[in-house]
């Protein structure tokens, strides 16, 4: 190394405002001075997106460089000196606001931005303290909705093009755009094409006036009236960073925080207006108890009284086999420790699983090396095996998609039907249902031709095999369940014949549910104990602790429903789950219901599911209580309590612990934080993680489990980026808090640093290897005459939050059966068409829609839509079902 | 006087009806300089451009050999965009050229690729201008039969396509990076600068923008060499220079006039050029170069029509219009319609230019009809000011392009030379010229 080459500076040096600093070379003045602590005004540039320097309002002087360049367009140079505060520069931020202001209706008591207003707040601190502009303002219709969520109000918008650039560049949703020109220019839906981003809330997040409101928050609170806490979100798995407010005890508002390894600051619809279904009517508030057809409300005891009468009744005749726990993946990381401890520490049944058979085998999630966000989105390939990830992992697309349009990232898509992912991807093999692991073989073999496999052919398996690299080295495996008409072990399986060709892949999962991770990781599934060890290797380790533990492996969800259809279980404990609407088969699922001679339901609302139960038990939901929940990536964070609970509801681990109790057991916390710290101390995989650990401010955007202890974090950014994104926080208008610490947690002793718990016996964590799925029948042939069925998730659903969510409700699109052209031809068809769909189960009517994402042979049918669908069809005792397609006339 | 004497480098055709047509092209010599251009090297045309010394012709008048130097070398595909969205008001030399001589321009323009090493051009043609599609469409096929174009041009193995884009009626695709971002399919917007077109222009590859007229001298300068051009003019204004003359003048149209030879006086006044005001009235003011240029007053009537001369005593030559306005000429409403202009076709990108722009017509045209302030000069004045800090020529920049700090010019120069006629609209309550 050259003498030249060590002195070289990689950072250059600046003066704002008299402060000389360094800062990274290609920084834009308006991040550089920010971070040191000097705040120049603006409108149009966010740190997220890409500068376009037309609202004027950052306009600086730089010595040497004529007129005023704009701070967000202007990367540092070394030596630059640059003036905020002269007074050219005063009357040019005097001038920009007077002019901003000269057609803005200043109607700001009436405005949802009124007090949080960018508009305002740059006014009073940077702008002309009256306006000189004595004509008539620019006049629009206000406001216009242009979409189910966003409402418009082009007299308010300043033009600054966040919403329009976030619609285009982040979420890749172009629906709104400028139209017209000069003080004319407008946002604008195009006809007829309402704004129907998953995304659009984001834009009324980012949107610096009132322009755009988001329906369900539009005149419901002021900005003084909120109090916030700093939560995750946890709709789904990707557990993105939340502010959660609320107004008089009701939650109002959820506005996306930026998590630099996360969600930078953005949400999807779902998650953000999801909070309606917990403020809607028809919460469960009081323990229901089944009298004869009627489930009549009971007190607290009465309900506990009957749940443990009928759990010990059927352990006592049939053994704890017969009990059986389904769900518990929508609640804390202590919500799930403490009903996994209930069930195998007390009862001692292992058949429990918190997953529906809708998404992977615990082994392979929990055993498989893992990969985080910021991983995928640097990997130098990405293979996609899983569902569409726009439908149920929204904001890990758009963190995708911005690694392939902006960051070049390979992406090689793997699944049944084309995805929101496909336009993105350099290449996507559609294979026949069910035939996943042939091509993971096909494609880690490294032969040469490449053979047809699964339906895909050879030159595109060998094209994407290049891709990839022959070695798979920096490949990270997103992987999930592409479809619940066909096993999840065969994604499984696949999945282990791709870790062991590629020995350095690692792989994401992508799993929907809320805290699917954190139910796994505490050991809500069969075969596995809390902190990711086998129920066998962390037998001795735990049965210290718990007292008795499974004798047996137990059944998972498939397992479960099966034998509970056949009244080999005889008692299902319901957490939250919703098998008539949820597991892929509903005949069987409501075999299952009925074949169970006692069940508890574990609930926030009645479902399908848990008005069949015979104690219904009322549980808080998100934002009534607190605790940790851990995302897709293992990421461990902090959930909080924002508003109480309605009636009598209480928390799912309080729940656990009380029927413990009644059950003769006893779990051995009283609150959430004594939850935490048995799991800090026990749970493998989570030893060290105290409540300490987590609320430290380097951990603010959370911990990946497997906790390392001290020391830097594993693959996580150095602490001087997260101080810059934090440092970038306070400029927004709604800064992002530090992690704030659960005063219950603080009280907890937590376990002395000497006390090393990484002693002997702690058992190792589990590792997935070929094989381990179980075995997987291999689909039947395909019949010429038959179609086989493909069924992904929409994120609008008939799911409880979707369901119960005013603004979200309706936004469920119909059920259509789409199919390949070429298929539809062959029998006649066309869009629009209904016909009669038989598979071994039952026959609907439905319509048809042509798409070419659909592979031949294929057809496609979302999951959970309102009315019967694809859960009807499903045969679940089958690899795969196929169906019979017939015009109706 | 001189500037008699000079060649006609542009209009040299013009005098035949069928000035449009490949027969008449080819009769005068047509498409040999393209000839003579394919048969040297490249580089060599470039520096003959350079010697040259010709600038731009669309308004910023910067040195076109310069600009063809900036394309950073080994990087293909680039490109060559010209400019004809020809749209400032009184501005018509290029929409004459374009529709009378359209194969002068593509010869033109396949002697600046083949300089630059571009093998595709795009002809940015304002939408407006009917005739001079139909013709240009005609031409370039004719171009293309003839062997001028396409594969292999003249048998000297330079291959150049140009792609015919109509505009959609934007005065702002006229600035060049709105044109690249029109010309891509998308809103027409300026872009931020660096990248410059020249590092990052169409479809992010590098590329010239060139203006009309500028490319219309390419075969008199390969043919008679970069020197005989520069030996024309004066100083850093060499060549010709074709001027659009407008307003009270006896003779309006369209003027090819050896640059910093003669002054407004001789365009104005000369029998063969501009014939006198009309009615035998005064010149009371002018515009030097195109709706965004400051205004002069007669006092300025013997400034040589040079592009560096102009400037200096505060205005430009920038699009070549030149308007004449006479004793009879009311000043507020001039202002007021020029600004209305700018008002119109601001994109709206930009805070000051989208807001300013409309405030501005607002207040003139309050005061013009009848209901203005006598404060509303300081502030028209000073709203000027915020667009253009300093008011003074070239603009103080507070915008992406230089379309919102031109706004100020009229109006600014207007209410200097013309206070006391603005004082009367605002006592009288009405305009003293209506």
Redesign the interface.
Known sequence: MTEQTETKKDTVTVTVDGKTFEAAPGELVIAAAERHGIYIPRFCWHPRMKPVGMCRMCLVEIEGVRGLPPACTTPVAEGMVVDTRTPVVKKAQDGVLEFLLINHPLDCPVCDRGGECPLQDQTFSFGPGESRFVEEKRHFEKPIAISELVALDRERCIQCARCTRFADEVAGDPLISFVDRGDHTQVLTFPDDPFTSYFSGNTVQICPVGALTASPYRFKARPWDLDQVESTCSTCAVGCRVNLQSSQNDLVRMLGVDSEPVNHSWLCDKGRFGYQAVEHDGRVTHPLVRKGDELIEASWSEAYAAAAKGLADVRDLHGAGAIAFLGGARGTNEDAYAWAKLAKGVLATDSVDCQLDDGLPAAAVLGLPRATIDDACRAKAVLLLGPDLKEELPVLYLRLREAVVDGGVAVVELGPQSTGMTRHAKTTLLYRPGEAVEVARALTSGRDPMPDAGGVRGEELAAAAGILGRAGEGVVVVLGRPSVAESGRTVAEAAAVIAAAWPQARFLPALRRGNVMGALDMGLAPGVLPGRVGLDAGREWFSQEWGVLPEEPGLDAAGIVGAAAEGRVQALVLLGADPINDFPDRTLARRALAGAGFVVAVDTFLTDSSREADVVLPAAMYGEKAGTTTNIEGRVTRVNQKVTAPGTVRSDWIIAAELAQRLGGDLGFDSTAAVWAEIARLAPSHVGLTADVLGRRENRDGVVAPYEGEGPPRHEAPVEQIEAAAAVHQGETLPSEAVAGAPEHAAVDEPSDDDDPAGAGRPPLLTFAVGDAGSTAAPPAVDAYALRLVAGRRLYDNGVTVRHSAHLAGLAPSPRLRANPYDLDRLGLGTGDRVRVTSSRTTLTLEVAADTGIPRGSVALPFNLPGEGAADLIDGTQPVTDLRVETTN | MAFRDAPDILTSRLRYEDSHTLERFLATGGYDGLRAAVARPADEIVEEVKTSGLRGRGGAGFATGQKWSFLPADVFPRYLVVNGDEGEPATFKDHMLIERDPHQLIEGIAIASYAIKCTKAFLYLRGEFALGHERMSRALREAYTHGALGRNVFGSGFDIDIVLHPGAG?Y?CGEETALLSSLEGF?GEPR?RPPFPAVKGLYQKPTVVNNVETLANMAWIVLNGGAAYAALGQGRSTGTRLLSLSGHVNRPGNYEVELAKSTFRDLFYDPALGGGIKGGREVKAFIPGGASAPWFGPDQLDCPLDLDEVQQRGSMMGSGSVVVMDETTCPVRAAWRITKFF??????????C??????LE??LR?IELGAGREEDLD?LL??C???A?GLSWPP?????CVLGPSIPSPIYTSIRMFRDEYLTHVKEGGCPFS
């Open positions: 934007a702002i809103r931020i008002a119109h076709e601001s994109c709206g990108k930009c805070t000051p989208r807001e300013g722009s409309g405030w607002k207040v309050r502030l000073d709203v000011d915020n667009l800090p103080g920049q507070t915008t992406i």
